[in-house]
């Protein structure tokens, strides 16, 4: 049985896969942030908090940026319409610059398992 959803439907599971993508950063980031095991200092503390405060992204016609730095650092790009002539929907894509991904191949897909770094793709 095939289910068709509708394009809101698609959009709201979109973002939930967005928000989980940032969520697994934020945790790559605390996990590196906090991997010496020593006591854990307030800089590093707010290193942690700021980080996960400046993360964050802004959507396009066909791609959602995933940024950094409150939007003065790109994380990435994914893909956020279903014609790409390469790429389906959800698939991750490292930044050629601040306005376009490298389009060579996909560093995996937000719909699928996928592994990243908070430093980048």
Not at 17 to 35: C, F
Not at 68 to 89: E, L, M, S
Request: with cysteine; aromatic share 10%; hydrophobic share 35%.
């Amino acid at each position: 049985m095939t289910h068709i959803m509708t394009p809101e439907a698609v959009e709201i599971v979109t973002e939930v896969a967005v928000q989980e993508l940032i969520e697994a950063i934020k945790e790559d980031y605390s996990t590196w942030s906090l991997r010496s095991g020593k006591s854990v200092s307030d800089i590093r503390l707010k290193m942690i908090e700021e980080f996960n405060t400046d993360i964050g992204f802004s959507e396009g016609k066909k791609y959602i940026k995933i940024t950094q730095r409150n939007g003065g650092c790109v994380w990435g790009f994914v893909v956020n319409c279903d014609n790409d002539a390469k790429f389906k929907r959800g698939d991750i894509l490292k930044p050629a610059g601040f306005n376009s991904p490298v389009r060579n191949f996909s560093r995996g897909n937000i719909f699928s398992k996928y592994k990243i770094s908070w430093a980048g793709l």
